[in-house]
């Protein structure tokens, strides 16, 4: 309940989030999908979240880890630490912070991006979950909020829209759905004139 509750959570805040319920189900997700963070509570069933956490580190993957658990004591959080966890939080906790800490080690699973990210007179905070052209606010949806967050983190490189699918929406998306090409005709409709979403055809979509 703990588990779909934080996703949900987060999935509010613009975040794609897939939910494993032990430690072979985040093995076989770690093993195909490129996430950026895992919030990973060290008494799963099976194989143990320290052993999981082992194995992301062994493989030298990006993937920053963050360890939710109800083992507070000092010698927990070292042990964690030890393994190889980026981040360690014990239960209760406010979600607020572990939006915060999970926002923050998405920063740093990626080449250094700043907090605020701006291009073509587009401003967009992560944090305050706002985005501003030109100086006028700019209301978007989730989705639309995650996909110009991936375009403006690109700094004007081209995104693919299976790139787009994996980052703003969670495994259950249908490849072949239409989702990200509505969600970018909507993007550009908000954004307003000039048009600022470029389609580079058969590759992608870009902010030049």
């Given amino acids: 309940m703990l588990a779909e509750a934080i996703a949900e959570w987060l999935r509010e805040d613009a975040h794609a989030v897939d939910v494993a319920h032990d430690g072979g189900g985040a093995l076989d997700r770690l093993a195909v999908n490129d996430y950026d963070v ?30 939710l658990t109800a083992a507070a004591e000092v010698t927990d959080r070292v042990a964690g630490l030890t393994i190889g966890a980026d981040d360690y939080l014990a239960k209760p906790f406010a979600f607020p912070e ?12 990626r080449p250094a991006a700043p907090p605020v990210l701006s ?3 587009i401003t967009l905070d992560p944090a305050r979950h ?13 989705k639309e909020f995650a996909v110009l967050a991936e375009l403006l983190r690109a700094d004007g490189a081209t995104v693919s829209a299976e790139f787009l699918l994996e980052k703003a929406w969670d495994e259950n998306a249908d490849p072949f759905t239409g989702a990200v090409r509505l969600t970018i005709l909507k993007l550009r409709r908000k954004l307003g004139d000039p048009p600022v979403v470029e389609t580079v055809t058969g590759v992608g979509y870009r902010i030049p």
């Fill in 38 to 67: 895992v919030v990973l509570d060290r008494d799963l069933p099976g194989v143990h979240g320290d052993d999981v956490c082992r194995e992301l580190v062994s493989s030298s993957s990006p993937t920053r880890v963050l360890m």
């Fill in 98 to 109: 572990l939006a915060a800490r999970i926002l923050s080690l998405g920063r740093r699973a």
């Fill in 119 to 121: 291009r073509a007179g």
């Fill in 130 to 142: 706002e985005v501003f052209r030109d100086g006028r606010y700019v209301p978007l949806s989730k």
